[in-house]
Nanobody
Framework: QVQLVESGGGLVQPGGSLRLSCAGS????????LNWYRQAPGKQRELVAT???????NYADSVKGRFTISRENAKNTAYLQMNNLKPDDTAVYYC????????????WGQGTQVTVSS
């Protein structure tokens, strides 16, 4: 059974940093596009960052220049480095792995809470 498990969330002051991790089991990350999403209370789930199988990255405008997505395929792990955090970054952050073969494969983690507050 495929599992994605996020970790690294917590409470941080504005301007601070956190690094989120996403550990996959029973999945070969190398074959998947990896994404980080977030969802704040009362808001729609938002795509924050994407990294393709060849390492190409893309970011939501709201986090460009502050967040960095990366992957270590040998460890089956993805990361989201978050710097200069703002209160509007407060949300539950979710890891997602996606691939398209004959059918789409799409997996989600349980989420980790990030709270940015002074």
């Amino acid at each position: 059974q495929v599992q994605l498990v996020e970790s690294g969330g917590g409470l941080v002051q504005p301007g601070g940093s956190l690094r989120l991790s996403c550990a996959g089991s029973n999945i070969i990350f190398r074959s998947y596009i990896l994404n980080w999403y977030r969802q704040a209370p009362g808001k729609q789930r938002e795509l924050v960052a994407t990294i393709t199988t060849d390492g190409t990255t893309n970011y939501a405008d709201s986090v460009k220049g502050r967040f960095t997505i990366s992957r270590e395929n040998a460890k089956n792990t993805a990361y989201l480095q978050m710097n200069n955090l703002k209160p509007d970054d407060t949300a539950v952050y979710y890891c997602n792995a996606n691939a398209k073969w004959l059918v789409t494969r799409d997996y989600w983690g349980q989420g980790t809470q990030v709270t940015v507050s002074s």
